[in-house]
């Protein structure tokens, strides 16, 4: 069974500039997470969805915004980059949209803004 | 608010060494309890959970025991291997039961164990 499958694994961008960010969840899984991973706030909340509905959100600000397709995969962006939004980010798949608290994880996509 | 407190880093043993990773949590209500880690160049895979007060969660001869009394949720092994050297996240689901998978992570922990 293929895991979460995220792309690009790897990004330089320049600030100002736009990005976005691609997840496919394992197979049969509905539900999608997004994780922001930096040294210093660790692992922060993005934002999450089922069903092609955001359930939940971070406390970012708007220039970070996501979607899900009827196929579950998942895209998140973020326009206008600044420096700060240098980080790993971090796509999650869970089954049905059901709270269990295990989300499988990929391996990121790292982001790097000059 | 919610908030995850773990011990910081690096924790450096020899092999077959006791471990405990120390992970303490503030939450209203009846949060789960998780355990993640993160082996090297690999994403965040779950170790073990628990979901109420005194329950037990236990996987790979990891173990860690919600303790309300304390707001405590530590990580112990009693005999580590190379092949655990990892980074380890302490982390909380701010609602017991409800539709949603947000977590509340603590900063990590690196283990490092040497033979």
Redesign the interface.
């Known amino acids: 069974k293929a895991g979460v499958t995220q792309t690009p694994r790897y990004l330089i961008k320049t600030r100002g500039q736009q990005v976005t960010l691609s997840c496919s969840p394992i197979s049969g899984h509905r539900s999608v997470s997004w994780y922001q991973q930096t040294p210093g706030q660790g692992l922060q909340f993005l934002f999450e969805y089922f069903s092609e509905t955001q359930r939940n959100k971070g406390n970012f600000p708007g220039r970070f915004s996501g979607r899900q397709f009827s196929n579950s995969r998942s895209e998140m962006n973020v326009s206008t980059l600044e420096l700060g939004d240098s980080a790993l980010y971090l796509c999650a798949s869970t089954a049905r949209g059901q709270f269990t608290g295990e989300l499988f994880f990929g391996e990121g996509s790292r982001l790097t803004v000059l | 608010g919610n908030s995850v407190t773990q011990m910081e880093g690096p924790v450096t043993l020899s092999e077959e060494a006791f471990l405990t990773i120390n992970c303490t949590y503030t939450a209203t209500g009846y949060p789960?309890l998780?355990w993640?880690v993160q082996y090297p160049?690999?994403?965040?895979?779950?170790l073990l959970?628990a979901?109420k007060a005194d329950d037990k969660g236990s996987n790979k001869g990891f173990e860690a025991t919600y303790r309300k009394e304390t707001t405590s949720f530590h990580l112990e092994k009693g005999s580590v291997q190379v092949s655990d050297s990892a980074v380890y996240?302490c982390?909380l689901?701010p609602?017991y039961?409800?539709?949603?998978?947000?977590?509340?992570?603590?900063?990590?922990t690196l283990l490092a164990v040497q033979p």
């Open positions: 789960s998780f993640y160049g690999e994403g965040l895979q779950l959970k979901t996240f982390a689901s609602t039961g409800g539709a949603t998978n947000k977590l509340i992570f603590g900063t990590g």
